[in-house]
Structures are given as C-alpha cells and as structure tokens.
C-alpha cells in the first residue's frame, strides 16, 4: 500500500500479519472500527509463524466438528499445568481455555475448514482442531474476510517504534513501501510474534551458540516492537533467555523451513555429538513427549550439532523425512560421509550393540528393550544397529517461539509499571509467556492467537469507538 | 519415465510427504502418503489423480519464493502431459500433445475443408433431409473410422499407463468407483465442499466444478443422443432429421445446451486463473480443446434450428467438420485427462479397497537416490 493511501482516521492499527492479528483485525472491523493492519513480510511470506501450524487445541463438551469425544476444562489444565510446571498465569490460561470452544465456530463463521486429524497425528484427534490445507489456508480464509469487511492491510509494512507518552501510545513509526510514515492511531495492537529470527538478541541471551541454530518459523520476527515497548517500560513476563526448540535436520533452510524439517528417527537410534558419543537417552518416552527436549540437547552439545544414527531395521519407522538419511553400507563408511570420527562412531555402536538384550520390541509403545550396563542407557526401543545399510541425519536445534513477551491483564492489555497503558492491546506469541511461562502444549500458540486477538481486537474497537 | 517432469513432481512429493497438511483436499495425499518412496509409475499415478483444482498450491507455506518452491499442481499437470505423451500410440503422435492448439486448427481446417468438398463433389442424387446434402454412406464412411480410429489408440495407450503403473487388470469395483467419483467431480470439492481454487487466487468456489459437470454431462447427452440416432437408422429405419420429440433430440438438445454453457464457461474462467499453477505450455492448446467442444456443441445447436433451412447446406458439413477434428485429436488433446483420469481413479479405488498397493516395479529404496538428490530447490 502506498503510504499516501493510509486513511487518515485510523482507529485500530494492529501490528503484524498473523493468526493473532487477523483475529484482532477482524474483531475490531466487527465492532465498527477503521482497521489497518500493518505487516512486515511481503504478501508471499505473509502470516508469520501461524502460515506454519496445522492444528490449535480446544476445549469440548461433546465430539465438535472435526473433533472426537470430548475434552473438558479441567483436563486441559492439568494439561497445561504438567508441561509448564506451573509456570502459568493461572486467570489468562483458564480464559484462553474456555474461550477456545467458542472458537471453533467463530473461525468457521469466518472461512476456516477443519478436518480430521492428519495421518500420523491421531493421537491428537480429540484434543487438536486441524485446519483443512494447514495454517496458511486458515490466514487464506482470514484474509479474504478481513479484506472483504474494509480492514485495510498493507504488506511489506514493518512497524518500528510505538510512542509512549504517559499511559498513551500517541503514534507509530512505519516503513510503508520503503517510506517512513507516521501514524497516529486511537489504539493499537501488537501482534507481531516472538523475537526468535533475531539471531543476534538470541546469542545475547544464548550466547554465540545461537548463530547456529535454525528457525522453524519465520524470518520476518526479529521483535522489533516488542524490544521497542521493553525499553519504553512495558512490563514483561517470560524468560529472557529461553527460547522453544527441536532437534531437526541439520540440511534444513535457515529460516521457514517448517514442519517438514522435523525427524522422528530419534527413538529407533543412537544420538552421538560431532566427537561420536552418546550423550542421552533416545529412548525415555514416546517421542511427542521427547520431542521437544531434543533441542536444547543438542544446543549443548560442541557447534549445536548431532547426529542420529540408525540401520534398515529402524529406516521405515518414522514419518518420511524432508531430505532422505546419508547412507552407507557399514558405520565407518558412514561416519566418512558425515564427517564423524570413523574409529569412534564405530567403537559406540558396537559398545551400544553389546548392551543391548533379547526381547519384544514395539515402536509404539514403551517396550522396556533396554541396554544394560550402558551409560547414558538407551532404557526403550534399544536393538543393535547391525544391519546395512546404515543411515545418518545430521540434526540441529530449530527454535519455534521465545518466551520472552508483554505482560496483559484478562482484557489483553499492556501495561507499565505505573499500571495500564490506556490504548495498547497485545496478542498472540508477543503475549504467550504469559500463559506458556514454559514446555508447550501442542496447539497451544494457535489457541491463545485466537482467543487474546478476538478479546484485544474486540477491546481495542471499543476504546477508540 | 526418465523426464525432469517425473524428478521434479518426486521431489515435491517428498516434501508432501513429510507435510502432509493438504490431506483433506483430494485423493491425490492420501495417495501419496501411504508410500514411503514414489516409483515412476506411482507419480504417474498420482498425476493422473490431480484435477489441477489448486487449492494445494494456495494452502502451501513452500511455494515461490521460498526456496522448496512448491507447485504441485504445475508439477503433477507436467507429469501428467508427459505420462500422455509416453503412452500414445502410435508414439509418433506423442508430439502432437506438445502442439496440440495447432494440432486442434489443422485438424479443424482439413476436416471442414474435407466435408465441405465431399459436400460440393458428391452431392447425393436424391435423398432426405441432412442426407440431401450428404449421403448416409458418406457420412459412415469418414465417421466410422474416425470414431474407431481414436478409440483404438486410446485403448492401446491406456494399456500401456495400466501395465506401468498397476500390476493387476482393473476389476469392477475399482471401474464403478472411478465412475462415481467422476460423475460427482468429488475430487474437486475441496475437501470441505466449498469447491476448488482457480479464477479467483485462494477463493474456494464450485463454479468450475459445476461447469465440468455441466460439459461432461452435455458431452455424455449429445453421445447418447447420436448412438439413438444410429439406432433408430438402423433398427427402425427412421432417418435424420428427426423431430423435436425423437430420441435423438430430447437427448441432444438438453445435451448440446449443457455443452455449449460448461465449454463456455470453463474457457472464461481458464482466462482468470493463473497459467502457471497448469502444464508448461499447454494453455494454448487446452484452450483450443475447450473452444472446440464449444464449436461442436453451438455448431449442433444451429444446425437443429435450421433444420429445412437451405443454411443446411453449409451449416451441416460445418458442424460435422468441428465434430471430425474433435474425434481425430482426442487421443492426443486434452480430452485423453479424461481416460486416464477414471484408469488413475479406478486404480485409486482399488488400492483403497483391497490394501494392495498394486506397484509393478520395486519402489526405488529410500535413500537409493543419495544425499545430492536435495530437496531444497531446483
Ligand atoms: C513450524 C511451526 C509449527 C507450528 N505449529 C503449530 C500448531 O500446529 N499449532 C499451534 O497452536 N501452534 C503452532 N506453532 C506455534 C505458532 O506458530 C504460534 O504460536 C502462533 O503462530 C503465533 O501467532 P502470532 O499471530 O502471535 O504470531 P505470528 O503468526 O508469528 O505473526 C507475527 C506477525 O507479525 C509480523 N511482524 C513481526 N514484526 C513486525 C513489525 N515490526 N511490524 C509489523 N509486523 C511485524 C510478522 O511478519 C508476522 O506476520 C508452530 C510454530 C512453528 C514454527
Ligand atoms: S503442497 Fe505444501 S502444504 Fe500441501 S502437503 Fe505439500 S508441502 Fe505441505
Ligand atoms: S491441485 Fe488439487 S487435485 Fe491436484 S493435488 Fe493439489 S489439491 Fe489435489
């Protein structure tokens, strides 16, 4: 959008161009007010790490659509209270749990499809709303409403700086198609994500190891806003210094490569660092409940690399991979090719092999096939690695979401030390560390996006109507 | 099929696979996510189940200028092209595909110039109606063989895609769910039934899906129609033209109207949507196929109105002309998506019921393709 096109009464701006924006966006239109939606990615890259998600998890009283049985409040707390150990904010979680029923016909009202849980994923068909076509689909949808009811929206739009004077945001700095603008909204939204595709404020809080982890999301959220708002003392909640992460394969882009860069190979392989030594259990529980300690594992391990190492017997037991395993015909010829020292790949594997005991081995379940007399053991799934060819993936941290994020009260509103800003809502990861303090709850993000961006949107109308 | 089409839609496919958020959308996911790895064949399949509705180009977070650069749709409607080209017969004809909208012209302009001189040449001595201007045997003469013709080559060269890509003879069941799913144009839907993505971006709509059904049904009319007229001609002696309350005319006409509208239509909204999302270069000729279907079904429409008319003596070796060019380039036009379509179906259909993944060859080994075979762009 040219910045001479920016209306000049603009009640609503919100920042940002995904699932917690368009939510904001589309509320607020609903209410009656003059929305601007500013985004900073181009129209293809529009939507930010929501373009990437499949699914956001709902409360229900009875099978919903494309959801099956039923999950109740309390059970969905329990949930959330086991993987944050209680670092929640008990009145926000209960909130955004309970408004997620309604959710679910709001965002079908709005042109979001849902189907059945995908192939792989049934484990979360009672629990998780998948969107038809994943995330991207759903912005789609959201899109055409917003656009459709006048919410105007302009891409390639990066917000920089949000004044605050006293308890008032009183205007905001933007790049509108390579020119600064000034804009001087009644109220404003934040919905401009975590600050994870900052590479450089991530080893701040990481150190150096940090420039050589991938992000699964995004490039375009570099918390600019959020950063912003801090400095003017907008309170915040969260741990500066952790962020979510995966292992997943090292070939992956830089940035956005998505869903599709994840490896489920882990529990069916040994797991070496670049040295070609073990360094934890592949094998203590289901995957999706390890999935995501695998990250910061291999965060720690020398140059933030790892690498997984399985034989034929184990190749067909986890969903297809991006980019096929290197493979060879022994380990030594293996660890040639992934550049791991031969003599000490091979003297793990075969010490591993040694440990390993007869019994019945079950991909899906807990089997108890553990090693003996090894340390760190491989306590389930644990068969020798002896039948060529055998296969490698390189694997490295991929970052989802940081924690770090703007303090709300139950109505989405910022404040500062000296209580609320008058005119300032935020929604969606910017928000998140609030109710996810830490771990995360699949579907989680997308639930809170929905649920804070109705209520802020909704709020932020009503102020500037 | 050692073709760049086939590497490029195996490894978009791969990334599909460790995806697979476009499920909902068509048989095409389901298809490919029970295979670990994609022979020849099994893309060949695949891309013969794709109805090129979009919306798994539309919902992609990969597509340009993300460096996976995604486009599944183009990719499987190359492959598709291609496994035409590999199967027709006599091979020779395979290039026409590549030409297929001056292909489509020339055919049209030899077949009307054809019928018109056999029209001025041997103008019948006596005869009624239409067979004033054209003897009965005439007409047989240069329509059953280009009836036959086509359909000899089509059935060779569905023979072939069968042999390649399944190892079992098609069974019933598999034949009759293919039918089904054609006639509902399921496959197209969307998923949520709200219809597929074309002329409009990421806008969900069934207007093309209607208008195909619209065309394939008309198609299917005005056949039916000419199968009562021959019968009627030989079984019971009534010859053409016939009322308005014949056979011929009830089936015809309704048929004719459908055909004109869904052509018509599919043409206009093949004007908005995107050329890059369909096969490389066939725009032209999918267009002219279109167009012809349009000409038969018009040219039909007023050949029946002016019937008694002296327009007849033009009117009729013009429409049968649009009626030869259409027989004579279906096996290498657009229409051949047609019969491979119901084969990629019925085997679809087959696969479903019976568990049998019906592969011919060894499916390449995972990870046979080694490490340079990266997925991250071309
Ligand atoms: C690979 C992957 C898969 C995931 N899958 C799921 C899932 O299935 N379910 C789930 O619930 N969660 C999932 N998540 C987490 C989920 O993506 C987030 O919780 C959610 O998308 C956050 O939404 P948001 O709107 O707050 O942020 P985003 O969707 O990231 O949107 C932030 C927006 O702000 C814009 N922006 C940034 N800075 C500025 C600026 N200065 N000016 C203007 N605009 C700016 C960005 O361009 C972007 O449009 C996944 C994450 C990843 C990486
Ligand atoms: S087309 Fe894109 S979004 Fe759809 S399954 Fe394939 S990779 Fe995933
Ligand atoms: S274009 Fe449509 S029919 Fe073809 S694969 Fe994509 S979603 Fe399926």
Redesign the pocket.
Known sequence: MEPSKIPDKIDVLV????????CAAISAREKGAEVLV????PKS?????????????CMHSGPLGALTDSYGETEYLEDLLKVTEGRTDRELAEIAIRSSESCYGWMRERGVRFQPALSGTLSLSRT?AFFLGG?KALLNAYYRKAASAGVRISYG????HLELKGDRIVGAD?TIDGETARIAPRAVVA????FQADLEWLAKAWGPAARNFLI???R??????LRDLLDQGVESVGDPTQCHAVAIDGRAPKFD???VT?LDCVPFSVVVNKLGRRFYDEGEDLWPKRYAIWGRLVASQPDQIAYSIFDSSGVDLFMPSLYPPTRAESIEELAGKLGLPAAILASTVSEFNASCRPGAFNPTELDGLATEGLSPPKTNWARPISRPPFYGYALRP?V??TYLGLRVDRGARARTSRGPVENLWA????M?GSILGKGYL????????TVF?RIAGREAAEHAG | MPDESIAEARRQSEICNACRYCEGYCSVFPAMHSLRAFSDGNIARLANLCHNCRGCYYACQFTAPHEFDMNLPKALADVQVASWKRYAWPSQAAKIFDRAGVAIATALALSIAGLFWLAAAVRPEAGQGFYAYMSHEIMLSVFIPAFLAPLVSLAVSLRRFWRDTSRRAPTLRGIASALRSAGRMSNLSGGHGDGCNFEDEDRYSNVRRHLHQFALFGFLLCFASTCSGTALHYAFGIEAPYGPFSLPKILGVPGGLLLCAGSLGLAYLKTKADPNLGATNLWGGEMAFVLLLFAVSLSGLVLFAATGTSAVSWLLPLHLGFVLAFFLTTPYSKMAHGFYRLAALAQDAEIRISGDPLTTTPSAQFGSNSEDNSASGK
């Open positions: 920042v940002g161009g995904g699932n917690a924006a368009l500013l985004e900073a990615a890259f529009r939507g930010g790490n929501s373009r990437h998600t499949r699914n956001f998890r998780n995330g739009s990066p917000v920089s933007a919905a401009s994500g975590g699964r999301g995004t375009y959220n570099r918390g600019a806003v490569g998505g869903i994840r991929g989802t979401f929604a969606g990861e910017i998140a699949a579907g989680f993000g997308m639930t809170i996006g961006g």
